[in-house]
């Protein structure tokens, strides 16, 4: 096999800078906000085993391929395929993967945009006796500046961490910020659990009930996997060409999908004790977050300040999420165009938060355009595409090519290098080669024929 040359790639300045800064990417808006809706939605425990099974056929065997693709050349997603299967369009699968980090980050920053302002705007809702929290919401997403303002402020920041660096700017970012994380949903899920009535959200969280199971739930799961887990667009394809041959891959992958299921569950219990305690209704979408925690937050003892962190939370997580989706597009540029990183981050940045500006105008001067077929407002129109299509599709072709191009005994081969205990085997091969693609394909026929 060829030796790719290393020349002057930066590495990770330690196993945990890898392990963060990927866990980093999986947690995000998918976690805290989406993870604990779909599971109350679809019966609770019942979805939690479901989906834990897609996680283990689906989410794990698609992390290692797209780690060890990185690792391999230690370049960016296009120059990976480039390198692996030189002269052929395999390439074209990277240059998906970039095209859709480019268009998740351009709405990604929306959402993360109204995070940000929310951190403020609950001192007012929790604060206001008689508010109505409906209002204050959609009042904010049609007001046409300040949204934007937030957008922008989002893009800035992301930006300046990608513009210093893979060790001085994601993963010092990571290092600082995960640990923060973690110590405020902490305090979240201690104040949830041990408010009275709490016991109504935890049954209503962990009972299973498989009669509410049905294909779109499979659905639901396989695509929270794909999403949640940030797999099929070269997230850590770029993050582990960071790697070198001597860094451990079966068992860091294993810690990073452990990491993302356990803020999931987490979020879940920080969530629906309080919601049920306070008497709402585990309502559904952007509701849930910007509308009903407000007013649980808003009769709470000390909800200023449990607010407060709540979207301070749900800030670092998409942050952490965002760097990543930025990394993939700039780093395709310093590889392949020989651009300067200051340069890739700050044009990308710009360039991104421009494409995302109809998403955010959906709400205000372009309310009412909704798009053909989908039926779709513009936010969710992008996160249509970018979920239903584009995600599963590169987790697809990236499976093949290992599977069947570069073969999966190589696969393995360089996946074992430099694995201290838990290695993969030959049931790997298996899952890359026929679980994997049959599975993505079953569930993309269906989602698109339920469509059309
Ligand atoms: N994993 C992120 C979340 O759960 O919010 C979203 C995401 C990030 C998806 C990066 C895809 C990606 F490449």
Redesign the pocket.
């Known amino acids: 096999m060829a030796h790719f040359d290393n020349n002057n790639r930066e590495s990770w300045a330690s196993r945990t800078g890898f392990i963060l800064a990927a866990a980093g ?7 805290i906000w ?1 993870f604990p809706y779909m599971t109350g939605e679809h019966g609770g425990a019942a979805f939690l085993i479901i989906y834990l099974i897609a996680i283990v056929l689906i989410g794990y065997p698609v992390m290692v391929n797209e780690i060890i693709i990185g690792r391999k050349t230690n370049r960016n997603p296009v120059g990976a395929f480039k390198a692996l299967a030189p002269q052929t369009p395999w390439y074209i699968v990277g240059g998906l993967g970039v095209f ?2 480019f268009v ?1 980050l351009s709405y ?1 920053a929306v959402v993360a945009g109204w995070s940000l302002a929310y951190i403020f705007k609950v001192i007012a809702s929790t604060t206001t006796p008689g508010i109505n929290h409906a209002d204050v919401f959609v009042g904010h997403i049609t007001s046409v500046w300040e949204p934007i303002f937030w957008q922008a402020l989002f893009m800035v920041l992301t930006a300046g961490v990608i513009a210093a660096g893979v060790v001085k700017g994601i993963q010092r970012c990571v290092t600082v910020l995960m640990p923060v994380l973690l110590v405020i949903l902490v305090i979240l899920i201690l104040r949830a659990i041990t408010l009275p009535g709490a016991g109504e959200g935890l049954a209503y969280y962990l009972r299973p009930d498989f009669s509410e199971v049905t294909g779109r739930t499979l659905l639901g799961a396989i695509s929270q996997a794909f ?9 850590l394809i770029t993050y582990g060409s960071y790697l070198t041959a001597k860094d451990e891959v079966p068992g860091n992958a294993v810690s990073i999908v452990g990491l ?1 299921t356990g803020i999931a569950l987490m979020a879940g219990f920080a969530i629906f004790p309080a919601v049920f305690a306070l008497g709402f209704e585990p309502g559904a979408g952007p509701g849930l977050v910007f509308i009903t925690l407000p007013a649980v937050f808003a009769e709470m003892p000390l909800g200023v300040f449990f607010g407060i962190l709540f979207f301070l939370l749900l800030s670092i ?2 942050l952490t ?2 760097i ?2 930025l990394e ?1 597009v700039a780093a395709w540029l310093i590889d392949e165009k020989g651009w300067a990183r200051g340069k890739a981050a700050a044009m990308m940045g710009i360039i991104i938060f421009i494409v995302g500006l109809p998403a955010t105008l959906g709400y205000s001067v372009l309310s009412g355009v909704t798009t053909p077929i989908l039926d779709m407002d513009l936010l969710d129109t992008y996160d249509w595409f970018a979920n239903s299509i584009f ?1 599963p599709l590169g987790g697809l072709l990236a499976a093949i090519f290992t599977g069947y191009i570069w073969g999966a005994r190589n696969a393995i081969d360089e996946a074992n290098k430099g694995a201290v205990g838990f290695r993969i085997g030959a049931w790997w091969g298996f899952l890359i080669r026929y679980v994997v693609p049959v599975l993505i394909i079953v569930i993309m026929a269906v989602g698109l024929y339920d469509l059309f």
Do not use: E, H, Q
């Open positions: 990417s999986a947690i995000g808006l998918g976690n989406r859709t980090g998740i990604y999403f949640t887990l940030s797999l099929g667009m070269g997230v993302d997580a998409a999420s965002a990543s989706l993939v995600l």
